[in-house]
């Protein structure tokens, strides 16, 4: 297995983990911005493909067997403190996700860790996590950080395998467009 850079041609391979690691979120925007004529997954292939956001092959690193994209880890840096969101601007099962970012600003926020269900189990999600120090230094961090849902009690367990801590957390805010109740933690460990 390597762990290569993306590139805009990775677009659809990114937007399908994506859509297995986004919790329903990617779909929810997706299908609300796509054109008559496209998919969700073909709209969010098509801005995985793009340089203009953070949602983008730039900040996405595959895990591939054999020219086989077999899992990503999608991370960037986040703004600093003084550039923070406005929540009352976001829907509202959005904002207790983006007001846990806002706790660790300049961080190295793994966004989405993804691994296509026929690879899982084999390490695939590790190896992508053990590349994160690296990462987050070229992004000029030191400190990582990544969000994950009470009842994903799979990915905490990694996470925390790995040595991130539960620094915070929020309630979640139902939503139609996935299944979570409870708790959002963040985690965070230093690089």
């Not at 690193?61 to 899992?71: E, I």
């Not at 979640?172 to 460990?189: N, Q, R, S």
Request: aromatic letters at 10%.
């Amino acid at each position: 297995m390597d762990i290569i850079k993306a590139t805009p041609d990775h677009g659809f391979a990114i937007a399908e983990l994506a859509l297995m690691a986004g919790e329903g979120i990617p779909d929810y925007f997706w299908e609300m911005a796509r054109r008559p004529d496209q998919s969700s997954l073909e709209y969010g292939a098509e801005r995985a493909a793009s340089e203009d956001q953070n949602f983008s092959f730039k900040n996405a690193h595959l895990a591939v067997d054999q020219d086989r994209v077999t899992g990503m880890l999608l991370g960037y840096r986040l703004p600093a403190a003084d550039t923070a969101e406005d929540l009352d601007t976001l829907p509202d099962f959005i904002r207790p996700l983006v007001a846990l970012e806002q706790q660790v600003p300049a961080s190295y926020y793994i966004n989405m860790l993804a691994t296509y269900p026929a690879f899982r189990g084999q390490g695939i999600g590790t190896a992508l996590m053990d590349n994160v120090p690296e990462w987050a230094h070229a992004a000029g961090c030191d400190l990582a950080s990544v969000e994950v849902f009470e009842q994903n009690p799979g990915a905490l367990r990694l996470y925390q395998r790995l040595g991130y801590q539960i620094v915070d957390s929020r309630d979640v805010v139902p939503h139609p467009c996935y299944p979570y109740t409870g708790k959002v933690f963040l985690l965070t460990k230093p690089v």
